[in-house]
Each structure stands twice: as structure tokens, then as C-alpha cells.
């Protein structure tokens, strides 16, 4: 039984004693938004949000917008204002926030209204929006209807703890790194890497030639998987 996470489904397939999945993207959409209410991260894109939202609003900043895209040829894309109940909205106005961000510096510093991020503020958000890329992947890729999606749970489960394994970063992106740690705390306690250990899911992926040699990450759960079948 596949559904949402409401405690009401998990408590009916105990009742019904059936195998309960947590929906896969719903669960990710969790994590995600889990790790975006830090504080550290909502004060970046807490000003992201006002200056995308000035240029939808106001007409006499986004024509302005347009002229030095062409004057620079730059793609006249307008900018993207996230929305609360879909998190992917936020790496779409993180990914057109960092594309114009030399046209948006440009239109700040004529207009006394915003400040736009500084350097080393941009870069935190370029690094935000790199990491968010791989969830929005592994989002799209999981809610397909015309593909099998349970075989790619394990791999990507795995893929996933590793983006969100940025220890390298701790220095030069400080507020990435902590939305790397947030990712991976939700993760772990989402079950996340539990996965591997499903008897289902590891038959599944065995059963994938997609993956069954190179899944699973260690030498005692590639001895389980041998063991399910």
C-alpha cells in the first residue's frame, strides 16, 4: 500500500496488515521543507523573495529589466516568486534569481528600495540552489506514472545522503553547509537510509539491471540482498 504519510493510512494498513510506503516524493517534499525553515537560509531567501516579487509587481523595474537583458544579451526571463506548498518553486527562483543576478544587480542600484545580495551571499545561494537541483530530480523522476519508480528508491535514497554529505563546504559556504546537515538529519529521520534493509525494495532493485550490481553501499547489505532472493 502506497499513499501519503498521514498517520490515519499508516494505521489502516496495520489494520488491513498490508506493507505501507510512504509516497517517495511526498516524503522528499518533507525533507526539504524541513531544511528550508532554517534561519539562516530563510533570511537569503527571505530577500531573493522581495526582489523576484518587486519585478512581478511593479512595471517600471520590470521594463528595466528587459532593456539591459537586451543591452547585455542576457535571456529576457522574468523572475520566478516561489510558493509555499511546492518547495521545487524555490529552487526555480533560485535557479532564475542566480541566471539574472548581474541584470538584477544592475536595476538594485537604481532603485533605493532593495538591496541586492552581496557576493559571498550569492554564492551561498548558488550553492543552495545546487543542492536543491538533485532533489528536484530525484522529485521528478519519482513521480512519474509510465515508468517503474520502487527499484529506484535504494539508489537514489543512497544518491541523496551523499549531496546532502557536504562536510567540504563547512568553511566556505557556512549557511549550505547547514542546509546540508538539516537535509541530512530529516533524511535519517525519514528513514531514508533504512531503505536499503526493506525486503521489498532490495527484491526490487535486484530485479532492475539497472542497478542490482552497484546499489547498495556496503558489503553486509549486498550479502542481504543476496539472501532475498
Same mark, same amino acid.
Given at each position: 500500500?502506497?499513499?501519503?504519510?498521514?498517520?490515519?493510512?499508516?494505521?489502516?494498513?496495520?489494520?488491513?496488515?498490508? !506493507?505501507?510506503?510512504?509516497?517517495?516524493?511526498?516524503?522528499?517534499?518533507?525533507?526539504?521543507?524541513?531544511?528550508?525553515?532554517?534561519?539562516?537560509?530563510?533570511?537569503?531567501?527571505?530577500?531573493?523573495?522581495?526582489?523576484?516579487?518587486?519585478?512581478?509587481? @511593479?512595471?517600471?523595474?520590470?521594463?528595466?529589466?528587459?532593456?539591459?537583458?537586451?543591452?547585455?544579451?542576457?535571456?529576457?526571463?522574468?523572475?520566478?516568486?516561489?510558493?509555499?506548498?511546492?518547495?521545487?518553486?524555490?529552487?526555480?527562483?533560485?535557479?532564475?534569481?542566480?541566471?539574472? !543576478?548581474?541584470?538584477?544587480?544592475?536595476?538594485?542600484?537604481?532603485?533605493?528600495?532593495?538591496?541586492?545580495?552581496?557576493?559571498?551571499?550569492?554564492?551561498?545561494?548558488?550553492?543552495?540552489?545546487?543542492?536543491?537541483?538533485?532533489?528536484?530530480?530525484?522529485?521528478?523522476?519519482?513521480?512519474?506514472?509510465?515508468?517503474?519508480?520502487?527499484?529506484?528508491?535504494?539508489?537514489?535514497?543512497?544518491?541523496?545522503?551523499?549531496?546532502?554529505?557536504?562536510?567540504?563546504?563547512?568553511? @566556505?559556504?557556512?549557511?549550505?553547509?547547514?542546509?546540508?546537515?538539516?537535509?541530512?538529519?530529516?533524511?535519517?529521520?525519514?528513514?531514508?537510509?533504512?531503505?536499503?534493509?526493506?525486503?521489498?525494495?532490495?527484491?526490487?532493485?535486484?530485479?532492475?539491471?539497472?542497478?542490482?550490481?552497484?546499489?547498495?553501499?556496503?558489503?553486509?547489505?549486498?550479502?542481504?540482498?543476496? @539472501?532475498?532472493?
Amino acid at each position: 500500500m502506497v499513499s501519503d504519510n498521514a498517520e490515519v493510512m499508516k494505521c489502516t494498513a496495520r489494520i488491513l496488515k498490508l !506493507f505501507w510506503f510512504g509516497c517517495y516524493p511526498h516524503t522528499l517534499n518533507l525533507v526539504v521543507k524541513d531544511a528550508l525553515k532554517l534561519p539562516q537560509c530563510s533570511a537569503l531567501l527571505t530577500d531573493v523573495r522581495n526582489i523576484s516579487s518587486h519585478f512581478k509587481r @511593479s512595471c517600471k523595474p520590470s521594463d528595466r529589466l528587459r532593456d539591459i537583458q537586451k543591452n547585455m544579451k542576457m535571456p529576457q526571463h522574468r523572475m520566478k516568486r516561489d510558493c509555499e506548498t511546492r518547495w521545487s518553486s524555490t529552487y526555480d527562483m533560485l535557479e532564475r534569481f542566480t541566471e539574472q !543576478f548581474a541584470v538584477v544587480q544592475m536595476v538594485c542600484s537604481e532603485d533605493d528600495e532593495f538591496c541586492c545580495p552581496t557576493r559571498s551571499e550569492l554564492q551561498e545561494l548558488r550553492k543552495l540552489r545546487d543542492i536543491l537541483k538533485s532533489f528536484k530530480e530525484v522529485t521528478t523522476i519519482m513521480s512519474s506514472e509510465k515508468n517503474v519508480t520502487a527499484s529506484s528508491i535504494i539508489y537514489l535514497s543512497v544518491q541523496l545522503l551523499k549531496v546532502a554529505n557536504q562536510s567540504e563546504i563547512a568553511e @566556505s559556504h557556512p549557511e549550505a553547509f547547514a542546509f546540508a546537515e538539516a537535509l541530512k538529519r530529516s533524511m535519517i529521520h525519514r528513514g531514508f537510509a533504512s531503505r536499503a534493509t526493506n525486503p521489498t525494495l532490495r527484491m526490487c532493485t535486484i530485479l532492475d539491471p539497472r542497478y542490482k550490481t552497484h546499489t547498495f553501499p556496503n558489503a553486509e547489505t549486498g550479502r542481504c540482498k543476496k @539472501s532475498a532472493l
